[in-house]
């Protein structure tokens, strides 16, 4: 437990327990005032903005291992529903994959910075989109979350999640998200950093990509094209239609939207010299066969 940073000696040859340890693991955060500040709070909203009645806000009461499945638990009881019939039977659904909460949850309190004063993880759930806020700002670009390895300004607390398989050392978090994304039909994530103190990751309800905005369509495309890259794959025109189920006559419509997402620079063509018609594309930090 010295190795893990979690005792440290006192005199007399007694161990006093570390700050690392007791927000890991305390079973009552009152007990350490200061760190119950840096428990994730949960906060549900009446409709779609901070406007609204606010009709559950909660802080985390356990150390965050101890109270990690409390914390997923807390959003998944809370988030919106849809019934589903698919086998005769009525079923609940999320209408938000759990695994995309829990990872992004994860994610914000391994890479959250305690020099920012005044702020703690925070999940708000509204009836069409959840927003996921931590402390500090990426230490990676934003566009690179999913390609590059991860780097942790806690490089304790990230190595003792991992230990109770919480976070991977991989790096595979964002993959697991935009996947979870996909695989239900949602817009991809959108990442800002409205300031140097804060990062903030918003997902939002289910949304046909005809219904999609320019940007949610870039987006969605983007994040697309770097879980293909990262599997040594491209996309197409016919890929996307496929993820996005849509049918043929929907081939002018993607046609578009990668033009749109190549006007942003969020993504390439793979090989400048084949046809528009069979192009593949790429992110704009991939290579295509042109890079040396």
């Excluded at 050392?169 to 409205?194: C, M, Q, W």
């Amino acid at each position: 437990m010295i190795e893990d940073k979690l005792l440290k000696r006192s005199v007399k040859d007694n161990f006093d327990i570390t700050n690392l340890a007791a927000y890991a693991f305390a079973k009552d955060m009152n007990q350490f005032p200061n760190l119950k500040k840096r428990t994730v709070r949960i906060t549900q909203y009446q409709g779609n903005q901070k406007l609204d009645t606010a009709i559950f806000d909660v802080r985390g009461r356990m150390g965050i291992i101890n109270g990690f499945k409390n914390i997923v638990a807390n959003v998944m009881n809370r988030v919106p529903y849809k019934e589903n019939y698919s086998d005769g039977k009525r079923k609940d659904i999320p209408i938000f994959p759990e695994i995309a909460i829990r990872e992004l949850i994860a994610n914000e309190l391994v890479h959250q910075d305690f020099t920012v004063e005044g702020m703690s993880p925070t999940v708000e759930i509204f009836s069409n989109k959840l927003v996921f806020t931590n402390p500090g700002s990426p230490l990676i670009p934003t566009e690179r979350f999913l390609d590059v390895p991860p780097i942790s300004r806690n490089n304790d607390l990230a190595d003792l999640m991992e230990k109770f398989h919480i976070v991977e050392s991989r790096g595979t978090g964002i993959d697991k998200v935009v996947n979870a994304l996909e695989n239900n039909g949602l817009p991809s994530l959108d990442i800002k950093v409205p300031t140097s103190t804060s990062t903030v990751i918003t997902i939002k309800s289910a949304k046909s990509f005809k219904d999609m905005s320019i940007t949610e369509r870039t987006n969605s495309i983007y994040w697309n094209a770097c879980l293909r890259y990262v599997e040594d794959k491209q996309i197409s025109n016919k890929s996307l239609r496929d993820t996005f189920k849509l049918q043929s006559r929907d081939s002018s419509l993607v046609s578009k939207a990668v033009n749109n997402a190549i006007e942003a620079k969020k993504i390439k063509i793979y090989d400048p010299n084949v046809g528009r018609k069979f192009s593949k594309y790429i992110p704009f930090w991939g290579k295509n066969v042109t890079d040396n």
